[in-house]
């Protein structure tokens, strides 16, 4: 053996031998981690679940999920007549109540959570699913628009939280779980508002969790990307509504690109039994917020040409139109059927349409 070659070999000996300790580092590290992660399972068996914007959409879907798994589940919304339906297509699976409250307001959280406690005792799982969304360019948006967005996703989750809370550090463990978006992560195009609020809450959730760990409460905030909930019939939208609503409810019914409302409801669920962080959904949505984490330069640059392709100011202006309202042949062709399926399924029914 040449010179050469003996001192590749001491080299190679001694690499080996500073890896082992780093090896054996990552392996306690790992085990550690899995281990924790088993002892802080919380089963959803039994537990009291609040759910606000339960009546359809994925909260329902959440709903369907959580009675499943043994768990007792409050619905929480402000549209009374989505309410009873929900209730009756859920209550042969198990115990289910339902409260007519607009999280906005706190009063109404107090108010619904005591009668929540009355009927199904100490809440133990929170989620904050109530939403809003209008759709429309930059143009078409008020100041109403954003305030709306905030009552609703920083305000409302604000409320409940604070109601929640003194069950959970009663009993010394808990589970809150805030839905967010990927839009929470990443501000898109002509989804202004609904963005900003879901930053929001995105910080409100992250904050509070640190601070909650000690009490043994664990907060999830999850990061769906497109699912196919039928909730854009119910969606507002303004300026070229029409076009903005074929967009958007195409976008919603592509196969892998998003995801259906059940296996969207599962991977949250499980995410927070495990006490998980967050919980980004679906693939591209995965690409999209690392892409955007970690080229944002390169993020702005395809935000901004999708951004060129969509419609531009006009039409109805600042003045707003649900979906159900802002159909066409292509909204309503095969295109679009699983979204169709899945309002059908998600209690997203139509209202009577009145054409603009």
Not at 88 to 116: K, N, W, Y
Not at 120 to 136: D, F, K, Q, R, S
Not at 140 to 151: I, K, V, W, Y
């Amino acid at each position: 053996m040449n010179l050469a070659s003996r001192s590749f070999s001491t080299f190679s000996r001694r690499r080996r031998s500073r890896d082992i300790p780093a090896m054996i580092v990552l392996g306690a590290a790992g085990l550690t981690y899995l281990g924790l992660r088993w002892f802080r399972r919380y089963s959803v068996s039994g537990r009291t679940v609040v759910i606000t914007g339960g009546s359809r959409g994925l909260g329902l879907a959440m709903a369907r999920e959580f009675l499943k798994r043994g768990a007792r589940v409050a619905l929480v919304g402000r549209d009374a007549d989505a309410l009873e339906r929900a209730s009756q297509q859920l209550r042969p699976m198990g115990e289910v109540t339902t409260q007519s409250c607009d999280v906005r307001d706190q009063a109404q959280v107090e108010s619904a959570f005591a009668h929540i406690r009355e009927q199904l005792g100490p809440v133990e799982i929170l989620v904050n699913n109530a939403g809003t969304l209008t759709v429309g360019p930059m143009d078409a948006m008020t100041s109403g628009d954003f305030q709306e967005a905030l009552d609703v996703f920083f305000w409302g989750p604000f409320h409940t939280t604070l109601a929640a809370l003194p069950d959970m550090r009663r009993n010394r463990s808990g589970r809150i779980v805030n839905i967010s978006s990927i839009g929470g992560k990443i501000s898109v195009p002509h989804l202004l508002p609904y963005s900003v609020g879901k930053f929001a809450l995105a910080g409100f959730s992250e904050g509070i969790r640190p601070e909650l760990m000690r009490d043994n409460i664990y907060v999830t905030t999850a990061y769906p990307g497109l699912m196919r909930t039928g909730s854009p019939r119910n969606a507002e939208f303004k300026s070229k509504h029409r076009a903005e609503y074929t967009w958007f409810l195409l976008s919603d019914s592509i196969p892998g690109f998003s995801i259906s409302a059940d296996r969207a409801a599962r991977q949250i669920i499980r995410a927070c039994e495990y006490g998980q962080a967050e919980k980004v959904i679906t693939f591209p949505a995965k690409f999209a917020v690392k892409l955007h984490q970690m080229f944002p330069e390169i993020s702005s640059l395809f935000l901004a040409a999708a951004s060129r392709g969509l419609p531009q100011f006009g039409g109805i202006g600042r003045l707003k139109a649900k979906g159900m309202e802002s159909e066409s042949a292509l909204t309503q062709s095969w295109l679009t059927a699983l979204d169709q399926r899945a309002a059908e399924k998600n209690n997203q029914i139509p209202r009577v349409a009145v054409n603009l």
